[in-house]
C-alpha cells in the first residue's frame, strides 16, 4: 500500500478553470519527493490538498490507505517564512507544537535538545529569534516540525531566501534528520539543483498537471562533490528541459 496517494484530484477556485487538473502520484513510506514548476503552476495548491488544508472538488488524497478529510496530527509543515514566536526561546518554539496540546514532558525536551544539537543550535536553546541568523531561524523551524515525529512533512520553498552556502548545509541537516526519523517528504521547490540533491523522486508541475517524472538515481548519502559531477548535471538538465516544455 502506497503511504500518501493523489488519486485523479482535481481542484477549482470558485468553479473555474482547473488549478489542479487530474493529478495522481503516489509517496511511498520513507521516500523524499520534489515538486518543481514555474510560479503560479500550482505546486502549492496541490501541497494543500495534499495535506487535507484543501478539499478537492474531483479525486481524492489518501495516507496509509484513508481518505483525508482534514489536516492529520501526523503531519509536519515547513514554510518558506520560519514564523517563530519572537517572545519565546528557541527551546519553547521547537515544544510549541506539544505545547498547544499539552504540557511537553521531560522526553520532549530531551528530544528537543537532540533536534537542536543536530542542527547545531544547542548554545542557541535559550535565544530568541531576533537573536538568530536566517539560517538559524530556518533551523529552529525544521526542529520544530520534527518534534512530533511526524510521519510525514510538508515543505514549501524553506530555504529560498537564504544564501547559497547556508542553503546548502540546510539541504543537509534536513536529509539527516528525516533519514533518522524515516519521515515521507513533500518538498516544493523552483531550484532545480535543489530538488536534484534532496529527491529520490522529482515531478515537474505546467498548468496544473504533473507533465514530467523522474527517479533521482544518486547513491546516498548525499555528498557536495555529487553536485559538480556529470550525472548530476544531466538530471538537472532532464528536469529543466521538462520545465521548458521540451520533449525527451
Known amino acids: 500500500m502506497s503511504f500518501l496517494q493523489l488519486d485523479r484530484v482535481t481542484y477549482r477556485y470558485q468553479g473555474l478553470t482547473p488549478v489542479i487538473d487530474g493529478v495522481s502520484w503516489t509517496i511511498n513510506e520513507g521516500e523524499f519527493h ?10 502549492t495548491t496541490l501541497l494543500k490538498l495534499a495535506a487535507g488544508l484543501l478539499q478537492p472538488d474531483e479525486g481524492a488524497v489518501y495516507l496509509r490507505g484513508e481518505k483525508v478529510t482534514k489536516p492529520s496530527s501526523s503531519i509536519g509543515y515547513v514554510f518558506q517564512a520560519p514564523t517563530l ?30 533536534l537542536l544539537e543536530r ?9 530568541y529569534p531576533a537573536q538568530l541568523s536566517g539560517g538559524q531561524q ?45 519521515t515521507s517528504v513533500l518538498f516544493i521547490t523552483h531550484d532545480i539543483a535543489e530538488a536534484v540533491y534532496l529527491a529520490d523522486r ?27 559531477e556529470p550525472r548530476f548535471n544531466e538530471l538537472s538538465f532532464h528536469v529543466r528541459q521538462a520545465m521548458e516544455g521540451v520533449k525527451r
Not at 542542527?119 to 535565544?127: F, I, K, P
Not at 520553498?157 to 552556502?165: G, H
Not at 546516498?220 to 562533490?225: A, F, G, N, Q, S
Open 119 to 127: 542542527v547545531g543550535l544547542s548554545a542557541y536553546r535559550d535565544h
Open 138 to 182: 530556518s533551523r529552529v523551524a525544521m526542529a520544530r516540525a520534527l518534534i512530533q515525529r511526524p510521519a510525514l512533512l510538508f515543505l514549501d520553498e524553506p530555504f529560498a531566501a537564504l544564501d547559497a552556502i547556508t542553503r546548502e548545509e540546510l539541504q543537509a541537516d534536513l536529509l539527516t534528520l528525516c533519514r533518522l526519523q524515516n
Open 202 to 228: 522529482i515531478a515537474v508541475m505546467a498548468a496544473g498537471k504533473i507533465v514530467y517524472a523522474l527517479d533521482v538515481d544518486l547513491p546516498k548519502p548525499r555528498t557536495l562533490e555529487m553536485r559538480y
Open 85 to 114: 514566536l519572537e517572545w519565546k526561546r528557541v527551546i519553547d518554539n521547537v515544544l510549541l507544537p506539544i505545547s498547544l496540546k499539552r504540557k511537553p514532558a521531560k522526553e520532549d525536551y530531551e528530544l528537543a535538545h537532540d
Open 34 to 43: 520534489c515538486l518543481v514548476g514555474k510560479s503560479g503552476c500550482g505546486k
